[in-house]
């Protein structure tokens, strides 16, 4: 006979996402139990914070652990174009003069162990090598998990709210067929890790480099980490890297040697690991919630890394369902409503960040946007610190379309602007079907 035990709030998946929901509703004195497959640390991509994660580190009270800890500090991000021309930084501080603008480069195996023990001193009881098997719904409510500890043993674990955080298996994304394939950014992406690279000096020690490669087809991203390590990759379109080509590692040095601005900084450099791959495919969930269930971090969606903005969806996602989930349990209502009441926010803070990924792929420069509308240039860095919850940025975008010529980039549903509610009945018109990916 299976056993039965019972909490509050269950939570899917240990990372960023789960850990940052957890703790906020444990924060509030409700039970929570955390289940991830895994045993932390565990390897993870996605590395460079932006700076408007401090607001929701400064809840979990992660702030003195970050400042305690060996990342490097990262105060800028700048761009090297297909000439190789570097725009200037754009730099955090002089935008916003408030210690957020200063963040992270981190390596994920110990960020996301820093969050899952903060979870821990919070209240959470968090399980590791622990897989949850399906959700239990009594007709459309969710009411609990069946899970498998690490012995083989299985047990129910009955809840008044389910929150969804597997990341990008999905769990209740793939029960529900939620997931619809973005159109457009179609990306993959190949990167290593090198020792001994050029790195710059000072103010900009940190900075997160996106270069471009030469013939456009794609681009670089430069992260410097602890213990004199950096981590670069390069994405392109999926088939451009992954069709009709040799290994990964071939195809890694194939564009590298493309690149004069990536061979310079890695004339010094010896690789320290093998070469990873991934399908960088965007997609988003046509419903972030229903009866006593929710999803968030890349269980609710996935936006490609051009500007690091994965870990901030993440955290954003995890407070404010948490947040809606506290309201729910002090009222009496976990409903679908109220549990995901969040999510048209959410999602027009993406469509924000979209916009900007999709601009860049058009052709759009940073160098020369600044250059023709300088007293632009702190509404372009409040989008790259990832202040994308406000209309005032929205100021950018037809300055930033008219320097590569009308009609590259058509706004869509998923763009800024655009009411929620259109968003949400035009998602299926947008996005390709769930099925094969593209």
Known sequence: MVSVR????VVIGGGPAGSTASTLIAQQGHRVQLFEREKFPRFHIGESLIPETYWVLERLNMLPKMRASRFVHKHSVQFVNAAGKLSAPFYFWDNKPHECSQTWQVVRSEFDLMMLNNAREHGVEAHEGVRVLEVIFEGDRAVGVKIQEADGAQCEVRAKVIVDASGQSGLLQNKFKLRV??????KGAIWTYWEGAYRDVGRDEGATIVIQTPNKQGWFWNIPLHDNRLSLGVVGPFDYLFKGRGTHEQTYHEEVEKCPAVVERLTNAKRVTGYFATKDYSYRSTQAAGDGWVTIGDAFGFLDPLYSSGVLLALKSGEMAADAIVKGLQAGDTSANQLGKWSAVLNQGI????RLV???YDGFSF???????????????????GDLFTDKVDVVWEPMESLYGEGKHTPNAWDAGTPPAVAATKVNELFLPEGPRP
Request: charged share 30%; with cysteine.
């Open 351 to 354: 469509d924000r960040m979209r």
């Open 6 to 9: 019972e909490t509050d709030v």
């Open 367 to 385: 160098g020369n946007f600044v250059k023709n509308y300088p007293h632009l240039k702190g509404k372009v860095t409040d989008l790259l610190i």
């Open 358 to 360: 999709c601009e860049y």
């Open 181 to 186: 394939w973005d159109p457009v950014l179609n």
